[in-house]
């Protein structure tokens, strides 16, 4: 049963990403958008797909509801990611995103997450165990809808129960619980990382530098196997029970949300194939790398890839040993 | 025939309409709404919806299309109104508010209306022939997607040839090209008839209502058999064959797009009831207020409606015969 390699990716909040572009938006009147994009969102979903680019065997799971999850599920289907979604009878959360291209500002509107019925999430959970009959890796990728901030422990518990490995990306009180469950890696950003401890991080000098190897060592006390801390331009930092890594190159530019999901899916997918820590965390920072350069979140160009790849640095770090 | 009193109502262009409550925006990050409301839009639709609360017997006509257009047909269901839609390939438009509760300022977006194949547009004109065969009036209302400017045009003559009067609420191109083919009633607001007759106008001292007044006048030599100017807080101005009239009350505070909407929901009420200029403009003009009193469009309270019929007061121009 577990010679196979799909990796299940678990969306419990998607998101239909809607996009306008304003030249030079008037923030208290009427604007008529010149581009508009909508597009399935969510961190999951970029997950999913940059897996399906790898060539990777993947499956989505999640919850998808009314005529916004109709939308994310059709768009779906466009990008040919293999889904199977528990419907539920609340709406899928809207993002909306109004970009002002003369002021060269953002301006993001997060809807909050639908609400779950006991009898929808036990659904979910048939397809989840359904799932993990036949993966070997799963990804808890992304915030939680109406849902107790426990839900990702209990997944990552019955993961292990199945023998299947758990990658975690998500932040708050979800990312506390899921990590004393014992996922495989847990891979915070330096602000979802100084959250979690509690105390202000940065990746700046010995001390700082440090300080978050420190604090991604104390989440491996909280109960992660392994740590990996994206670091925006300043790559990646792993600190495992093998030692301690840091990724870098070239300073990355670009759209964060989008490199942070590549990263988790270079993760899952390095897990999937064997690699070794050192290599594993080359190739997940480049493909966070070539994610940042592209125009949209779960996309990159495999040329960047490469490019990012022969450019990668990983550094042992023998402090944290 | 003739002896029924279908309104048939069509909305080319509805929208699905996002608003989204902000306490204090982050016009350059990310913002979490506390209320988010989304409820089916466009001019047509308010009418529609105005109409069905006053007990006459609607059919909504137009053009849906993608998960938007089923979210809008969907919200239609469950309040009631009869719809007879033609479906589009392309994606139904949003709109989208976004209220600082904080600054009490409003930023709306709207989408650009999807474009509309010569198929789908015959298809829609099929069923529009099937509304003219059992309607007593028709009410064309609100802006165009992606089709000709002389459409309504078009529809009105195709009305007058089924012997079917016309209501017109359209601005800009489509309007001018409208009135040309002598629907019974055009409704522009000031702003609209400013810029079809290429001048400004304001409702203030003798002088400027005698400019509306003719303004008005003049869209009537175009082609027009009445002019009913919505005049926000003053009220209404009709100038008709039988007579020019000003109807107002106290003024009106609240939401104008979904004033104009009732006033053209009560013209075709009292068209189709055979009400008189006087009582037509006058119970307009009510339901205009009654409906600018309201949290959201093509809604009123009737106890409202009764106050403001009783505070109406309906003036008639002798300068104007």
Redesign the interface.
């Known amino acids: 049963v577990w010679d196979n390699s799909v990796i299940a990716v678990i969306a419990l909040n998607p998101a239909l990403d ?1 996009t ?1 572009h ?1 030249d030079g ?9 010149a581009g ?1 994009r ?1 597009a399935p969102g969510g961190k999951g979903l970029n997950v999913a797909r940059t897996l399906h680019a790898l060539g990777a065997d993947v499956l989505l799971l999640g919850l998808t509801g ?3 999850g ?2 994310v599920e ?1 768009a779906l289907r466009a990008t040919g990611v293999p889904t199977a979604f528990t419907p539920i009878a609340a ?1 899928t959360r ?1 993002t ?1 995103a ?1 970009v ?1 291209t003369r ?1 060269g ?8 997450g639908p609400p779950v019925t006991a009898g929808e999430y036990d659904r979910f959970l048939a397809a989840y165990a359904d799932a993990l009959r036949t993966c070997a890796t799963v990804v808890l990728s992304g915030s939680l809808p109406g849902l107790p901030a426990d839900t990702y422990a209990r997944l990552v518990e019955l993961a292990s129960a199945h023998g299947v490995t758990a990658v975690l990306d998500t932040s708050g009180e979800a990312l506390l619980h899921g990590t004393s469950a014992g996922p495989a890696i847990v891979k915070p950003n330096l602000a979802e990382l100084a959250s979690a401890v509690g105390r202000e991080l940065e990746w700046n000098g010995p001390a700082g530098r440090a300080a978050v190897t420190a604090a991604a060592a104390h989440l491996r006390e909280r109960g992660a196997q392994a740590v990996v801390v994206s670091l925006s331009a300043d790559g990646l930092l792993a600190v495992t029970a093998q030692g301690a890594w840091h990724a870098a190159s070239r300073p990355v530019q670009g759209n964060p949300t989008g490199a942070g999901d590549a990263v988790v899916a270079g993760l899952a997918h390095g897990l999937t194939l064997g690699r070794d820590w050192p290599d594993r965390l080359r190739h997940a920072a480049a493909l966070g790398s070539a994610a940042a350069a592209a125009p949209a979140a779960g996309e990159f160009e495999p040329r960047e890839y490469a490019q990012a790849l022969a450019d990668m640095q990983v550094v042992e770090l023998e402090q944290a040993r």
């Open positions: 809607v306008h304003v938006v008037d923030w208290a009147g009427v604007n008529r958008p508009v909508a009314g005529s916004t109709a939308a059709s709406e809207r909306f109004v002002d002021a500002e953002v301006a993001v509107f997060n809807e909050p």
